[in-house]
Each structure stands twice: as structure tokens, then as C-alpha cells.
Nanobody, 125 residues
Framework: QVQLVESGGGLVQAGGSLRLSCAASGLSFSSYGMAWFRQAPGKEREFVSAISYSGTSSNYADSVKGRFTIARDNAKNTVYLQMNSLKPEDTAVYYC??????????????????WGQGTQVTVSS
């Protein structure tokens, strides 16, 4: 059974930082591209960042480029999202997702097979 478990969310002031983690089990982690998506209240889920199975390729949404960094540790079956210079508009539930390695660091949610339950990030102004 595949499980993706996010952690690291919380309440932070604008300008602060958080690091999200997503621990994967039940799959061959190094054979999957990983991504972070987010969904704010009343809005559709949106792409945040993705990283290829090997970690050599990554993508970012324009809204987070230069502030967020995605990384993975295949030995620990974990993907991370370092979030700096947080803004109130970053407030959302953040989800990690896994896609077959053939899709690289895909931006579209349609490529992702497995999803975590999400972790809440709240940025106060």
C-alpha cells in the first residue's frame, strides 16, 4: 500500500520560513517523480514544484520561484519543500504527489498517481 505522509506545516508570519517533508512508503521511491501542489480555500489545486526521480531536474510555479526549493533524498524516501520569504497568499493545504519517472518533473496533476493527505500552511500578515 502506497503512503505519502506530509509534515512540517504550521502557522508562520509573513517573511518567515517552513520546510515541508513528504515521507513515502510502499513504492520504489527512486522510480517516481515527486511534486508539491497546494489548494487554498475556494480555489483550485495548483502546481507548486516538482522534481524528477533522480533529482537532476526540477520545476517551479512562477509564484514561488526564487523563494521555494524542492529537494529529495532517495535514501530516505523523502521529498522536501523549503519555503522562504513566505507571503499570506502562500496559505493553503500543501499536498505531495508521486508520478511515474517517465513524466520527469511534471507540472500537471493529471500525471500524478499517488497523493498525500496534505499539511496546512498558514501565513499571517
Amino acid at each position: 500500500q502506497v503512503q505519502l505522509v506530509e509534515s512540517g506545516g504550521g502557522l508562520v508570519q509573513a517573511g518567515g520560513s517552513l520546510r515541508l517533508s513528504c515521507a513515502a512508503s510502499g513504492l520504489s521511491f527512486s522510480s517516481y517523480g515527486m511534486a508539491w501542489f497546494r489548494q487554498a480555500p475556494g480555489k483550485e489545486r495548483e502546481f507548486v514544484s516538482a522534481i524528477s526521480y533522480s533529482g537532476t531536474s526540477s520545476n517551479y510555479a512562477d509564484s514561488v520561484k526564487g523563494r521555494f526549493t524542492i529537494a529529495r533524498d532517495n535514501a530516505k524516501n523523502t521529498v522536501y519543500l523549503q519555503m522562504n520569504s513566505l507571503k499570506p497568499e502562500d496559505t493553503a493545504v500543501y499536498y505531495c504527489a508521486a508520478a511515474s519517472a517517465v513524466y520527469g518533473a511534471a507540472r500537471s496533476s493529471s500525471y500524478y498517481t499517488y497523493w498525500g493527505q496534505g499539511t496546512q500552511v498558514t501565513v499571517s500578515s
